[in-house]
């Protein structure tokens, strides 16, 4: 990605291995920096898979790391209606992020995912979708050393609040809340 231009609209393009369709979204460049390039999401953003729609709940960042198999979410739970919202932060483990062009970026979602409800508690999902695509679909090894290890990394900077998920994600949300609200 070459083009920093800021509000600058990307698709965000994942599918599922080796080449399935899955989420596609529209999110607006709010800034790169040390941790990689942070998209940003409005509340009421059509997020579309086969099969499945949503619009979106809340306003939301996207941490897309530079080289890391992994795709943090941050989303402004303080903006949720009350009990709406299970997930304070979602990180999905991919493989890294391949920049198509300065408007698209994709990655293959590997099924684990590591969140922070809203009341705090760390966990991993989808173990067992993992297993299940592991063998149904032939994960190569190092593909599933990557997820698993990326899991593991990810699971224990969340419970030390270790940066990007410590104040960096939930400051770069509050600025793009800033900055994007005033075009609203």
Known sequence: MNSR???RHVRQVTTKYPD???WEFDTALLDVDEWGTWLYMSAGTRAARPGREMHTRVDSVTLVPTDAPVVP???ATWDAPQHRLR???YADMTTPAHWESDDVVTMVDLDLDVVLTVDGDVRLLDEDE???H???FGYPDELVATARR???DVLAAVRARAEPYGEVGWARLREAQRVFHRYR
Do not use: I, K, N, V
């Open 134 to 136: 592991r063998l149904r």
């Open 87 to 89: 997930y304070a932060m």
């Open 150 to 152: 990326s899991a593991d």
């Open 130 to 132: 993992f297993e299940d």
């Open 20 to 22: 399935q369709p899955h």
């Open 73 to 75: 979410t941050f989303h």
């Open 5 to 7: 231009t800021r509000g």
